[in-house]
């Protein structure tokens, strides 16, 4: 057993089962054996590789649709450039050195992090050194400054979000939970109370999964650009619409493994449910714009005009267009039809770049 497996096996010992969002919680957040607490899961030696380590393009048009967005505000003279779960710090790196093209913004602009990982605190620090740029970090969204606006970017953010998982089982939804098999080990069952509030029809063993979690911050988010003016632009992997279905993965060393196994040694996620995410934007009072696909976004923001340029000095041309077919290819083994780019803003706001053309390739 992993050191945290050790633990979570005594919290239920002593309390019981626990839900899959407690589980998730622990595994990936513990203060001591969390995985994102631990160690650098990023890149080719990592567990698995993101968008903004595919490309520096990725970072760059981000960049680009945060500057113009600080344009659309009305250039104001303080502003923040907040990144939810920044990673390594490769994407706001990008992003700083694209913005450039408009000195005024990147004059104004702070940046904040919300991060709570030592170890990714200071890959962050590290990769910002040659923009001179030194963030403020927060554990939570509740610490960032009110006084002024907010541009939010969120890139993998919300996958990793605690997630509940409830079952259809003879009829009744039941809460999966996460308790001890007859090995000793981890092992899913289900709660033997009746989930009452959950009443819609479903086969049975269907799963239903939400993430209140993910939801409140979304809501709470949509009240910050209410107030303080400003937008939120989250990319991730997930549903357009509500679908059925068990998405929690587990991922170690670039490969699927099972969610239970080795607590605290690999990445857990699961699909974003962009609809869920929406609607809570609305309840917070902020306009929320028609969903886009990854490739579409990327592919009207200039992705492969700004490799095209980029080839000119490039020592492997090839590498390129492999990096752009990977992140706004269409084809199965591609990120850009699976991953959704959600744009939120302050009411005041039009669409942001990107989406402020007519023919969105999914509807809200």
Avoid at 7 to 21: F, Q, T, Y
Avoid at 342 to 355: E, I, M, N
């Amino acid at each position: 057993m992993t050191p945290l497996e050790i633990e979570i096996v005594s919290e239920i010992k002593a309390n019981g089962p626990i839900g899959v969002d407690r589980f998730m919680a622990l595994a990936l957040g513990h203060p001591r054996h969390g995985y994102y607490m631990t160690r650098d899961p990023f890149g080719m030696g990592g567990d698995f590789i993101t968008a903004p380590e595919i490309s520096q393009i990725f970072g760059e048009l981000l960049g680009l649709v945060a500057a113009m967005t600080w344009q659309a505000l009305g250039e104001p003279s303080a502003v923040c450039l907040v990144e939810l779960g920044p990673g390594r710090g490769t994407l706001m790196a990008d992003a700083l050195r694209a913005a450039k093209a408009l000195p005024g913004f990147t004059s104004c602009l702070e940046v904040h992090f919300v991060e709570m990982s030592p170890v990714l605190q200071r890959a962050q620090a590290d990769a910002l050194k040659d923009s001179g740029r030194h963030p403020i970090w927060h554990a939570s969204i509740d610490t960032l400054p009110t006084d002024r606006p907010l541009i939010i970017l969120a890139n993998e953010f919300f996958d990793a979000i605690p997630i509940r998982q409830f079952q259809k089982h003879k009829g009744d939804w039941r809460e999966r939970l996460v308790g001890i098999g007859a090995d000793g080990t981890l092992a899913l069952g289900l709660d033997p109370q009746i989930a009452e509030s959950l009443t819609f029809e479903a086969p049975d063993d269907s799963v239903f999964e939400m993430s209140p979690i993910s939801l409140d911050i979304m809501r709470r988010l949509a009240e910050r650009l209410v107030a303080q003016r400003g937008m939120v632009l989250a990319i991730d992997y997930g549903y357009a619409k509500f679908a059925y279905g068990d998405s929690l993965q587990a991922v170690r060393r670039h490969k699927f493994t099972p969610v239970l196994d080795n607590p605290g040694e690999a990445d857990i996620t699961a699909h974003v449910d962009f609809s869920s995410l929406g609607i809570a934007a609305k309840r917070g009072g902020a306009a929320v714009h028609p969903l886009l696909t990854q490739a579409t976004l990327l592919e009207r923001l200039g992705i492969r005009h700004r490799a095209e340029i980029l080839k000119k000095k490039a020592d492997d041309p090839a590498s390129l267009d492999a990096a752009v077919e990977r992140l706004a290819g269409t084809g199965s083994q591609s990120m850009g039809l699976l991953f959704k780019a959600l744009a939120v803003t302050s009411p005041d706001l039009g669409p942001p770049a990107g989406f402020d053309q007519t023919d969105p390739l999914l509807a809200p």
